[in-house]
């Protein structure tokens, strides 16, 4: 009874991890449509970079003049990876062009938020996605 | 059921080595089917694994003590939920234990990425399945397999020794094992991404949880660990620097550098080399705490094994672990480069850098400590321990250190400060750490180290207030939110920020209850029945114990007991009743080794009273002669213990709230982003 038990533990085992081998199954080893790639990831920080120095901003740890020049900075280094964001994504559909630049024009003019990215229309003063205030913005030059 | 379970176990190994390759195989040919078996090994080593440790619980619960491992870890009347953890009680088991957990978060990993992240997956697999194959070999080949038979069955086996029949010390090392078992998760993708050559911060995100969790189980652990010897130990220590304390410390240390640390890489592009050293040099500590635990190479309250052989398979594989991070980092160095620089020393960044090699000089100064007697030993051959006076100088200024950076830290901006912000941040809270250090003079504590704890343990709290108050207000103002709403959702919108201030407090919390030490009070006093003592406390409070009697309870088989003295303690505090406490000795029947001591303790907010039967003529009072009754009672006053465990609790629900998923963490279906419309996908709560 043991040995019969023992048994088929071995041949449940093996037959379950040689399958795939033998029977041709695969698994999937690319990326899938709704993982972040590098260019995303770092278009995402980038924005996040923005929001923390808002809040560095709002609660006084930054000057008013180092806040400008970071934010300038900041809005420069955002530009560039949208561009990179663009040039991964861009060539498959042509919706997107229009949706960064979009993106772009609102983050140059301060409608695009900070915190999270949500791009609102002109003249808001608070992001409609996350409430962050958008009115204090002054229009940064875009790069 | 047994023997099922150790024919598990060499089942395992075959099949956690096949995975092994085909894993790695999968990857570097980018095959699929490769990968589905390498991954499906994952999940059959956790099965056998399952099986292997219920052959264990179950030859612990049916008293077979013809193997080895039950008759030198049970007896038949040890409580069934001691039988229980036999499963963890002692080195073999311990090691299967490990694989037991090491394989869950392995299964748990692979399955939650099965259909995600699998550009990593292959290579997770692989180095997963490569660390359950070298516990398998322990376990097989390291004369430690637990399923080892003597060969004859003893009538009944030797017991638990009594000092971990406690409660705490059920509970203490399986979460240490969690602790360092979910480690491995963050390094195996570590490893996935030096292999696949992924190198931004995509690794990191995805096992950020991972790492959360391990620290949080490290953290609770080691608590617990201090609970324990606080409650049992009966010497009214929490921490005595022993060699497995401190290699459950080691870990922390660096998995606390490293959750500080990839908070620069993500925000900044930055220290990314750095990042992928911790990763590797925490999980080898992992590694390196079980091996101290278990291989008996250092003396140790902890330590019940002596083998030799388990150690060189350990120190193996460890070093193999080392060379092989290191070619690959070497390897991927250009990769590595760092996206960004650190603009000015006044910044958060800094801060962080400074932070970490803080951490990092704590963990080699704690390193060193522990093993000097060994390597003293190996090179003169005379062994030269240091004590706790050496581990409490060390890190007493690292200590300092470190709390100060916690308050200076999340105030000065990221990228650069300006002068005249951090004066106008740091002038309160400076003002309310020397008011307090002030205060606590006058009132008469003259010791300048815990002063100067005291003071900056009070600017830490001061500036987490600030932080706290500041973004509420912020928030409300802006939102038109009551400041009750406007806190909730200041911390909800970015738990890992705010949770990791909470832990922040926890951790002042502990460390102002470790600079209370000076002012532990000792008061030992021999006493015949009916007699009282009395024992000031610093904080102005009287206590007065009477001793009431001692009672005795001779042979009792249901309870383990040979014998137990047990002494009647009342106690008033400041004139007021408190009620009564026990203090007793104790011999278990079986194992007889030694004489137990069992503590009363009360406990307040702001100290504790700790009653230690120290010293009794136990011959006379078990043969009932009363004229020799009189007992030495040794009456301990701690101040701020409870702020310990308070501490604790607080750290708890600190990194709950930064654990927790978060809205933003769960991704828009593939339709609304990317191709995106608005661009509203919530971004990662990150600080």
Redesign the interface.
Known sequence: M?LL??LL??AA?VL??????AR?????????????T?AE??R??T???L???E??Y??????EA?YMA?RKELSAEALAALRAFEGE?GAT?V??EA?IA??KAGLAAGT?CG?????NPDGSR?CA?????LAAREATPSS | MN??GE??LW?ALP?SL??MV?GFA??RK????????A???V??VF??TI?ASLGVVDAFLNDRFEYWYVANYSSRNLATYFKVSGLWAGQRGSLLFWLLLLSLFATIAVWSN??????F??YVAGTLLTITSFFLVVLLFADVNPFETLGFTPADGAGLNPQLQNYWMTIHPPTLYLGFTAFTIPFAFAVAALLNG?L???WI?LTRKWTLLSWFFLANGIIFGMRWAYEELGWGGYWFWDPVENASLLPWLTATAFLHSIQIQ????MLKVWNMGLVILTFLLTIFATFLTRSGLIESVHTFAQELKIAFIFLGFMASILMAGLVLVLYRLPKLKSENQIESFVSREAAFVFNNLILLGATFAVMWGTLLPLISEGFTGQEITVGPPFFNRVNLPIGLALLALMGIGP????????K??LK??FLWPLVVGVVTAAGLWAAGARHGMALLTFGISAFVMAIIVV?FW??TR?RAR??GEGVVKAFYHLVA?NRRRWGGYIVHVGVVFVFTAFAAAPWYGEFLQTLEPGETMTAESPLGHTYEMTYEGISTNIRDPDKNLQWQATALVSVRRDGEPLGTFTTEKRRYIRPEAQIVTEVGIKSFPMEDLYIILADADLDRILQGDAGGQAVTFNVLVKPLIAWIWAGGLIITLGSLISMWPSAGAV????AA????????????A??
């Not at chain 2, 993500?266 to 592009?269: D, F, K, L």
């Open positions: 043991a038990g023992a533990l071995v085992v379950f991890i040689l399958l795939p081998v041709g199954q695969h698994a999937s080893l690319t990326r899938e449509d709704d993982e972040m590098e990831a770092r995402r920080v924005l996040l970079a929001r923390d120095v809040y560095d709002h609660t006084g740890k930054l000057d180092d970071l994504e559909d919706d997107i949706e979009a993106v695009t915190a999270c990215g949500h791009r608070f996605a996350c409430g962050q205030a | 023997v099922l024919l598990a089942i099949v096949w995975g085909l999968g990857g980018q095959r699929g089917d490769l990968t589905l078996s991954e499906r090994s999940y059959a099965f056998l099986i099965r259909r995600k992240n699998r550009e997956m292959p992924r931004d911060s995509r995100v993500e925000n900044r592009g105030v000065i901006a990221w990228r650069r400060a300006s005249k912000n106008k941040n932080e500041k973004g912020a802006i939102e919108r991704r828009a279906p593939t982003r990317g191709r995106g419309t608005t661009g509203a996908e919530p971004l990662p990150g600080d």
